[in-house]
C-alpha cells in the first residue's frame, strides 16, 4: 500500500525535498502551505500529488510529515501537533538549522503513535522558494539526525530509506552538540559577514571607490551577508545564546589583536596568522571529517568571450566531471583565476594534464 508523506512548508527546502521523493520513492506527496500561489505552482508542476491548506487534517493521513518551514514557524507546528489525536503510527522530522528548541517542543509531545526525528539537511541556494527547488540539491550533502531518545532503530531506517534518494551522508548528533558546531561553522561567520558588509557601507562616506575596490577576498569573505535576512533573524534568536557566548569570545579575540597591533607585537601577530593557516590548511576533507572531498584545480583565463566555454569543452570532451566552479578574480580586459572542483584525484590529475597541454597555466594546490 502506498504510504503518504505530508511536507509542510514548499521553500527550498521542503520543495526539493518532495521533488526528490517523488523522482525516487513511490509515496504519496500531500503538501501544506501558508501560500496558495506556491501550493498552485506545486501541483501544476507535479511537486507534490494533493494539496491542503489545513495542517491537521493533512497530518492525520501521513505516514511522514516533514516539517519544513522556518525555525519558529515549525515550533509553532509541533505545538499544534500535541493537541492531534493520532490514530495510526507516524514518523515526524523537520529541518530547520537550530535543533534544540525544536527537540524541546517535541519531547512534550504526548503520543504513542508519533516518533519525532530532528533533522537538518546542509544544503541551500542563493535563491529562496518552490521556484529554487531542485530534487539534487542535498546530493553529498550532510544530513544530520538528531533522534529522541526513544526512537527505535526501525524507526531511524524507516526516515534514511525516505531520504536515501537525497544520497546525502546522514550524521547523528544530539541536539546540543549540533547547534554548538553549527554556531561555530555556520550562523556565527553569517553575523560577522554581515558587520563586515556594515563597516565597509560607513567606511564608503569616507572613500567612495570602496564598491569599486571590493573584490576578491572581501566578496568572498561576505558573499553569505547575501542570504535571506528573515530566515537568519529567526536562527539568530532561535540560537541566541549560543550567539551571545560567541559574540563575547570574538570581542575578547579582537581586543587581543588590537593590543598586539597597539604594541608592535610582530612576533606574536605572525604566530597568530601562522597558526589560522595551519589550522585552516588541516580542514582537510581528503584524509578526515564527514563532508565529501573535492579536489580543486586553479586555471588562469582571459578575459574575453568564450573562455570559460573552452575550458569547460575541454574537459567534457574527456568525459571528466566538474562538481563546481567558481571565478576567484576577473576584472575587465585583465587575467582571472578558476576554481574546478572534481569528485576525485584522478579527475583533477586529467585535467591538469589536458589544460597544461592546452596551454593554460594551472595550479594544484597541495
Keep these: 500500500m502506498k504510504q503518504t508523506v505530508l511536507i509542510a512548508g514548499l521553500g527550498l527546502i521542503g520543495g526539493s525535498l518532495a521533488i526528490n521523493i517523488q523522482q525516487n520513492t513511490n509515496h504519496h506527496v500531500i503538501g501544506y502551505d501558508v501560500s496558495k500561489k506556491t501550493l498552485e505552482f506545486s501541483l501544476m508542476n507535479g511537486i507534490i500529488d494533493e494539496a491542503s491548506n489545513d495542517f491537521e487534517s493533512a497530518i492525520v493521513q501521513a505516514d511522514f510529515c516533514i516539517l519544513a518551514a522556518p525555525v519558529s514557524k515549525a515550533v509553532e507546528l509541533v505545538e499544534r501537533i500535541k493537541d492531534i489525536t493520532f490514530e495510526k503510527p507516524i514518523i515526524i522530522t523537520d529541518v530547520s538549522s537550530v535543533k534544540s528548541s525544536i527537540m524541546e517542543a517535541a519531547r512534550l509531545i504526548d503520543s504513542e503513535y508519533v516518533t519525532f526525528i530532528g533533522g537538518h539537511p546542509m544544503a541551500g541556494s542563493h535563491k529562496k522558494g518552490i521556484h529554487a527547488a531542485k530534487g539534487h540539491l542535498f546530493e553529498n550533502a550532510i544530513y544530520v539526525l538528531s533522534p529522541l531518545a526513544s ?38 561567520p553569517h553575523l560577522i559577514a554581515s558587520s563586515l558588509v556594515h563597516q565597509a557601507k560607513t567606511w564608503q562616506q569616507t572613500h567612495a571607490y570602496i564598491p569599486k575596490l571590493a573584490a576578491g577576498g572581501f566578496r568572498d569573505i561576505t558573499r553569505i551577508a547575501s542570504s535571506n535576512p528573515a530566515m537568519w533573524q529567526d536562527i539568530f534568536f532561535q540560537n541566541s545564546k549560543k550567539m551571545q557566548k560567541l559574540l563575547e569570545d570574538w570581542i575578547e579575540e579582537m581586543q587581543a589583536l588590537k593590543n598586539l597591533l597597539e604594541t608592535n607585537d610582530k612576533v606574536s ?7 589560522a593557516k595551519e589550522y585552516r590548511d588541516g580542514l582537510d576533507t581528503k584524509k578526515k571529517g564527514a563532508i565529501p572531498a573535492f579536489y580543486d584545480l586553479y586555471v588562469d583565463i582571459a578575459d574575453q568571450p568564450g573562455a570559460l566555454l573552452k575550458v569547460i569543452e575541454l574537459l567534457a570532451n574527456k568525459e571528466i566531471s566538474i562538481n563546481n566552479i567558481e571565478i576567484l578574480e576577473i576584472r575587465e580586459g585583465i587575467t582571472g583565476v578558476l576554481r574546478l572542483s572534481f569528485q576525485s584525484k584522478r ?9 597544461t597541454k592546452q596551454g593554460y597555466e594551472t595550479m594544484i594546490e597541495e
Design 151 to 188: 526512537c527505535s532503530t526501525d524507526k531511524m531506517e524507516a526516515l534514511k530509506m525516505l531520504l536515501s534518494g537525497t544520497k546525502c551522508k546522514f550524521l547523528q548528533l544530539n541536539p546540543k552538540e549540533h547547534d554548538e558546531m553549527t554556531s561555530v561553522i555556520s550562523h556565527f
Design 269 to 275: 601577530m605572525y604566530h597568530y596568522l601562522e597558526q
Design 347 to 355: 579527475d583533477q590529475a586529467a585535467g591538469y594534464e589536458i589544460l
